[in-house]
């Protein structure tokens, strides 16, 4: 069977493709931030836990009150890239769904096992005691599962080769766990997550540090090991992956392809940047410089989506109707709601100093 | 039939969206209600600066977070996974056309959760004019997020003007969008009484308690009678088809609708009973219980909410099964297995008929119907069907009952489905049937000796063939009625019929004589007929023998409605009996003359090859009690009657009592359709585009049965059921006509999908009344001359019962039956059980099996040969049929 055969057609989009990717690349980039700093904090607590032989250090605490928000966020802003996901490679990303549906269904049970996790490691953390490892170290399995699982069916779904495996398992249990690039592409999430959530924790020792704080020193210092040492992990890894490619997509970014090729440099070299600066405590401009290799590395990833999908697949080759008003109506509504969120978080920021 | 499948048996049937989707829908609504009760509450508590009740709402606030957020927000994600698996297609349609529907939902669920968070840990650190309205625009977000989802989860079941336009706006701004927001609304506010006493009842002082427990009941009821009006106005903006579904076309919303009002009215019984001061012990469970009532209440709507939608996932748009509406022609004419992008077969052949039927079940039938799992199971459906029975269920799928969608596919993919079904998912063989051998039953022809009798006795059995079913403890179709007629003829040079001074008596063969031993119809006569009737006396009061009666108006003796019985005394089935007739002088009692005839009669009818059960004698014949109570439990559920119950209680169901039937007399209800037309009526929609296989289905005419009521002349040229009756399509239309003429509106609805076969256009089919108005002969046999090739007998009717064949007679007086045979088995007809059993008159005066008279023979009559066509024309042509003898 010709696996181009068995791309499903795709439905007609509102307006034209490239805002649809504009939002995709925004949403995800903000949903891979929360991600991180959810992951990463969650395994550096459970590192924690594991280490202080009962005593819990305030670093640990400071992360367990701080998980349930960043898996708030997380799954919020997970909504938008999922959603534009589906508008531009819905016809893909539900053939990988159905391949591996067991799996995909398990995402939200998973991840709400993890959110329950979080809330009962910050609510019940004194009461806990060692318990404690055992409930984030399950929340965090839960997350870690729900990143293997993801990266499962994104890597499917640019295969259409591999598709016709659904003939021999139409029961929704296939994991392609034979594609090369699966877990250096999943390990890249996973030690981005690290090093990321690394550098908030450092963060967040600045921000205390600037204000008199005493913890905030430590913090720092635990946030930037991690980033360092994730970091030095994720330059082998990032090899790793660029060398798995298949051959001529692997070609386009060692110059083949000058937007390829300066793009995935170009961050890997701010990734470097991030790295000297961090060693050197300086975690604003790592931040910025960290920031700054997300975007682009997100950016790389779509153009690697594309290189996949060339011959079988254009978002671009989407029929448009044309029909704008929803999209401003939608603007509309995020303005408000960004607002109203700005004042809200003003508010809150500023409760308790009133009375 | 764009994607792949999920292959889920037991899995399936819509079980896991149905789970998800109601335990999201039961919290997201709590996070609506739940939000207004919170800040409210917080307002009572500032207003009367109770640290109590502010106590009570930050605990409350903080099981609500845990479960909304956490469980219904991770729920919501669920149900977007779940539909992306088991309806990628039309979650397509819902992510491509409202996308910006959704990212609007998607930042006031971001406000949602800010405001929640802010809510939740600033409890006692804000200004409370400040905390409040945090307060009020959680609860501000979280509604709009209800009314944006519903936008598109209403657009779903009326879609409005988009259908047309594919214009957001109208999608989304449907009819039913203002009614349903009004009833989840107000049910939104009724759910956060439900969840606040979970939180209330745990307040450890008494009088608090019941303060606070008194505040959730007034949540609770308050809001109660204005979400029944919203209810009500739901289901007025919708449009007829989907709520004459909701009120019961669709069967599983009797059920649900049912349940659905009691748990209502448990919920406010609840509701009132928690309002008392009850004790603890007593309203800790039922708080417990309400909180259970209320999500299988939520469950009946939302499950009446889908049932509306049937057979489409988006209405009029898109099939249940992904199949667009757009699609079913192109999938019927080059079959939906070469339409499907993920199958591995595309048309059907003998080596892969089982892979194909696979494939087409989880195209078509595995969206919604599991294999053995708790929801829609697809194996008690089809348990009682064969292999020809469910190709045709398949057949009349989706056209008198809509909550199916039609049958979308090729002729051979429809049997290759009903195929897998049968023998893979029920591991039935379908066995081909035994074909009956011939038999030769001894039969002794009486003596006639053309020289010396002074008489010839004609008789016949005016229709051929008499149906009759056993299947009496459950319902009676057709009693035992089999009637004879006679006529007497005095030989001379002109001959004369002979109607005064004699008495003709009729005389069953040894071994028929009891036909209450094995037919059950007495036992249950009075029950259905209201009087006791003697066994072996029929419903005109002739037994097995007795007199023909003259009638004067028919011109024959006759003897109405004989219960004989196509089951031998002795065991075994013959549906051929004879009898003996014999005409006396009145007066000296001398004999006459003697004859004997055959009273067919046969209980061969097949309503097992659709409604289960199995033969009831010697599997050939016979309607057991299973198949009886499937006819009557499909009664039940179309037309919500309680036969099934009846029976069960000792009272049968005498089809012919409602549904009038010429045939036996009765005049039914007037209001229904007559029986015939409503039997055929309803039927044809389930064998189309078959030829005599579909009358054989379920009449005595099977090629390898043991009865085969066609067997005379026209069977002999080739011919079958549709050369005279048409198509079971057009033979439907011509009574459905006339009953529509006759201003019986369920005609028109059963003739809907009907498409005529013999002629071009519904309005080109010739109405007719059953029994009366039937093919007349003369339609191919034009001057009684032998019809040309294309022939026809269908569309021109007998104008009334006196041009049927069977009532019709020659210049002289002879009815037509009396020379050539009863209808179906005309001269030289062949009969299964005998060869001459069926031309014993033929045989007994002239030797030949051929028509009375024919090639010459004037002299069974008549003392000298004739030359005159007296009788009709073409009466002294040689007959063609030289197989005859």
């Given at each position: ?355 | ?181 009004a009833f989840r609304t107000f049910l939104a506010l009724v759910l956060a009484g439900v969840y606040g006493f979970l939180t209330a009842i745990r307040i450890p002082e008494p009088d608090f308690r019941a303060k606070m427990v008194r505040w959730c009941a007034g949540w609770l009821l308050l809001p109660f009678v204005l979400m029944l009006a919203a209810g009500w106005w739901c289901l007025e903006v919708l449009p007829e088809s989907v709520r004459a579904m909701l009120l019961g076309a669709n069967p599983e919303m009797v059920a649900v609708g049912r349940v659905g009002i009691w748990l209502a009215a448990a919920l406010f019984l609840g509701g009132l009973l928690m309002a008392l001061r009850l004790p603890r012990a007593a309203s800790l469970p039922l708080a417990a219980l309400l909180l259970v009532i209320g999500l299988f209440y939520m469950g009946s709507f939302e499950w009446a909410r889908e049932a509306g939608r049937r057979p489409f996932i988006i209405y009029g748009h898109m099939y249940s099964n992904s199949l667009l509406l757009s699609q079913m022609p192109e999938a019927k004419a080059q079959g939906v297995l070469k339409l499907a992008r993920w199958s591995q077969n595309k048309e059907v052949t003998d080596q892969n008929r089982q892979a194909a039927g696979r494939e087409l079940f989880n195209l078509l039938c595995a969206t919604c119907h599991s294999v053995g799992g708790p929801m829609h199971d697809i194996l008690p459906l089809t348990a009682k069907y064969g292999g020809f029975g469910l190709d045709s269920e398949l057949d009349g799928m989706g056209k008198l009952l809509g909550y199916m969608p039609p049958f979308a596919g090729a002729r051979d993919e429809r049997q290759a489905l009903a195929d897998y079904i049968v023998q893979n998912l029920h591991g039935k063989k379908d066995e081909p049937a035994v074909a009956f051998k011939d038999q030769e039953l001894p039969l002794e022809i009486p003596p006639f000796d053309q020289k010396k009798d002074q008489y010839v006795l004609l008789s016949w059995n005016d229709l051929g063939m008499h149906c009759v079913t056993d299947g009496d403890q459950q319902l009676l179709i057709l009693p035992p009625a089999n009637t004879l007629q006679a006529q007497l003829i005095k030989r001379g040079e002109s001959p004369e019929l002979v109607n005064e001074g004699v008495e003709i008596t009729y005389a069953v063969e040894p071994g028929h004589s009891d036909p209450a031993k094995r037919l059950p119809f007495w036992q249950y006569a009075k029950a259905i007929f209201g009087q006791e ?353």
């Amino acid at each position: 069977m010709e696996p181009g055969n068995l791309i499903p057609a795709a439905d007609a989009i509102p307006i034209a493709v490239g805002w649809f990717r504009l939002l995709l690349l925004a949403g995800f980039t903000l949903h891979l931030l929360a991600m991180n700093a959810m992951l990463g904090g969650g395994v550096m607590a459970l590192v924690l836990s594991l280490k202080d032989g009962g005593q819990a250090p305030p670093a640990e605490h400071d992360l367990a009150q701080k998980i349930p928000f960043a898996v708030a966020l997380t799954v919020n802003l997970g909504v938008p890239p999922l959603l534009f996901l589906q508008v531009l490679y819905g016809n893909l990303i539900y053939v990988s769904a159905v391949l591996m549906a067991v799996w995909w269904l398990a995402i939200f049970l998973l991840a709400m096992a993890a959110y329950y996790a979080a809330y009962v490691y910050d609510f019940k953390f004194a009461a806990l005691g060692r318990a404690r490892s055992l409930v984030i170290g399950l929340g965090v399995l839960c997350l870690l599962a729900v990143g293997f699982i993801f990266s499962n069916s994104l890597s499917l779904m640019l295969k259409p080769s591999t598709w016709t495996v659904y003939f021999s398992n139409p029961h929704g249990t296939f994991w392609n766990t034979a594609e090369p690039t699966l877990w250096p592409r999943y390990l890249h999430f996973v030690l981005g997550s690290l090093a990321v959530g690394g550098l908030g924790l450092a963060l967040l020792g600045a921000w205390r540090n600037r204000r008199g704080n005493p913890q905030g020193r430590g913090l720092i210092r635990l946030g930037v090991s991690w980033f360092i040492w994730a970091s030095l992990a994720q330059m082998a890894d990032g090899l790793w992956f660029l060398l798995s490619l298949p051959r001529e997509i692997m070609l386009l970014f060692l110059g083949g392809s000058a937007a390829h090729t300066s793009l995935l440099w170009l961050g890997a070299a701010l990734g470097v940047v991030a790295l000297v600066l961090a060693s050197k405590g300086r975690v604003g401009p790592a931040v910025g410089a960290t920031l700054a290799t997300l975007v682009l590395m997100v950016i790389t990833r779509d153009l690697l989506r594309e290189a996949y999908l060339r011959p079988y697949f254009s978002p671009e080759s989407l029929p448009v109707t044309g029909q704008a008003s929803p999209a401003l109506a939608f603007l509309v509504a995020l303005v408000i709601g960004s607002a109203l969120i700005f004042w809200l978080l003003r508010l809150a920021a500023g409760a308790g100093k009133e009375s | 039939m764009n994607y792949p499948v999920w292959e889920l048996q037991a899995w399936g049937g819509g079980w896991l969206i149905a789970l998800i989707a109601v335990v999201h829908v039961y919290v997201a609504h709590f996070a609506v209600g739940g939000g207004l009760f919170l800040v409210l509450t917080e307002t009572m508590g500032r207003r009367a600066q109770d640290p109590a009740v502010l106590d009570y709402t930050r605990r409350h606030t903080k099981f609500f977070l845990l479960l909304t957020m956490v469980f219904g927000g991770l729920t919501g994600v669920g149900i977007w996974l779940v539909i992306s698996v088991l309806h990628p297609a039309a979650t397509s349609i819902l992510i491509h056309d409202f996308v910006f529907a959704w990212a609007t939902e998607w930042v006031f669920f971001l406000v949602e959760i800010v405001s929640l968070f802010v809510y939740y840990y600033t409890f006692d650190k804000m200004a409370p004019g400040k905390h409040l309205l945090v307060g009020w625009i959680y609860a501000g977000a979280a509604w709009i997020s209800l009314f944006v989802v519903n936008g598109v989860i209403s657009y779903m079941l009326t879609p409005g003007g988009w259908l047309g336009s594919g214009d957001f706006w109208q999608g989304f701004f449907n009819p039913s969008l203002a009614p349903s927001t009004a009833f989840r609304t107000f049910l939104a506010l009724v759910l956060a009484g439900v969840y606040g006493f979970l939180t209330a009842i745990r307040i450890p002082e008494p009088d608090f308690r019941a303060k606070m427990v008194r505040w959730c009941a007034g949540w609770l009821l308050l809001p109660f009678v204005l979400m029944l009006a919203a209810g009500w106005w739901c289901l007025e903006v919708l449009p007829e088809s989907v709520r004459a579904m909701l009120l019961g076309a669709n069967p599983e919303m009797v059920a649900v609708g049912r349940v659905g009002i009691w748990l209502a009215a448990a919920l406010f019984l609840g509701g009132l009973l928690m309002a008392l001061r009850l004790p603890r012990a007593a309203s800790l469970p039922l708080a417990a219980l309400l909180l259970v009532i209320g999500l299988f209440y939520m469950g009946s709507f939302e499950w009446a909410r889908e049932a509306g939608r049937r057979p489409f996932i988006i209405y009029g748009h898109m099939y249940s099964n992904s199949l667009l509406l757009s699609q079913m022609p192109e999938a019927k004419a080059q079959g939906v297995l070469k339409l499907a992008r993920w199958s591995q077969n595309k048309e059907v052949t003998d080596q892969n008929r089982q892979a194909a039927g696979r494939e087409l079940f989880n195209l078509l039938c595995a969206t919604c119907h599991s294999v053995g799992g708790p929801m829609h199971d697809i194996l008690p459906l089809t348990a009682k069907y064969g292999g020809f029975g469910l190709d045709s269920e398949l057949d009349g799928m989706g056209k008198l009952l809509g909550y199916m969608p039609p049958f979308a596919g090729a002729r051979d993919e429809r049997q290759a489905l009903a195929d897998y079904i049968v023998q893979n998912l029920h591991g039935k063989k379908d066995e081909p049937a035994v074909a009956f051998k011939d038999q030769e039953l001894p039969l002794e022809i009486p003596p006639f000796d053309q020289k010396k009798d002074q008489y010839v006795l004609l008789s016949w059995n005016d229709l051929g063939m008499h149906c009759v079913t056993d299947g009496d403890q459950q319902l009676l179709i057709l009693p035992p009625a089999n009637t004879l007629q006679a006529q007497l003829i005095k030989r001379g040079e002109s001959p004369e019929l002979v109607n005064e001074g004699v008495e003709i008596t009729y005389a069953v063969e040894p071994g028929h004589s009891d036909p209450a031993k094995r037919l059950p119809f007495w036992q249950y006569a009075k029950a259905i007929f209201g009087q006791e009737l003697p066994p072996g006396v029929g419903l005109a009061g002739k037994g097995l023998n007795g007199n023909l009666d003259y009638d004067e108006k028919l011109g024959v003796f006759e003897a109405k409605f004989i219960p004989v019985s196509p089951y031998p005394d002795a065991g075994g089935f013959n549906p051929y009996p004879i009898f003996s007739i014999e005409a006396k002088d009145k007066q000296t009692g001398q004999v006459l003359a003697r004859t004997k005839v055959v009273a067919p009669v046969s209980a061969e009818v097949g309503c097992r090859s659709c409604h289960g059960g199995g033969w009831r004698v010697d599997n050939i014949a016979g309607m057991v009690p299973a198949t009886g109570e499937d006819i009557l439990a499909t009664h039940d559920r179309i037309n919500h009657t309680n036969f099934k119950q009846q029976a069960a209680a000792g009272q049968p169901i005498f089809c012919a009592s409602c549904h009038a039937d010429p045939a036996l007399g009765t005049a039914g209800d007037g209001k229904r359709l007559n029986f015939s037309t409503a039997i055929h009526g309803w039927h044809a929609n389930y064998l189309t585009q078959r030829g005599a296989e579909a009358c054989q289905a379920c009449h005595p005419d099977s090629p390898s049965g043991p009865t085969r009521c066609l067997r005379g002349l026209h069977l002999e040229m080739g011919q079958d059921c549709t050369n005279c009756h048409g198509f079971l399509e057009d033979h439907a239309l011509a009574l459905l006509k006339q009953e529509q003429a006759a201003g019986k509106p369920q005609a028109a609805e059963l003739m809907r999908h009907l498409q005529p076969r013999t002629v071009d256009s519904q309005a080109k089919v010739n109405p007719r009344t059953p029994w009366i108005n039937q093919p007349d002969c003369l339609n191919c046999h034009q001057e009684f001359a032998a019809p040309g090739g294309d022939a026809s007998g269908f569309n021109r009717w007998t104008k009334g019962a006196e041009e049927l064949f069977r009532v019709r007679g020659d210049m002289a007086g002879v009815k037509c039956p009396a020379c050539h045979g009863s209808p179906h088995a005309l001269y030289p007809a062949k009969n299964p059980y005998g060869r001459d059993r069926d031309v014993i008159q033929p045989r007994q005066y002239q030797g030949t099996a051929l028509p009375l008279g024919a090639n010459h023979n004037c002299k069974v009559c008549h003392t000298k040969d004739m030359d005159t066509e007296l009788h009709h024309p073409n009466s002294l042509r040689m007959v063609r049929s030289l197989s005859a003898d």
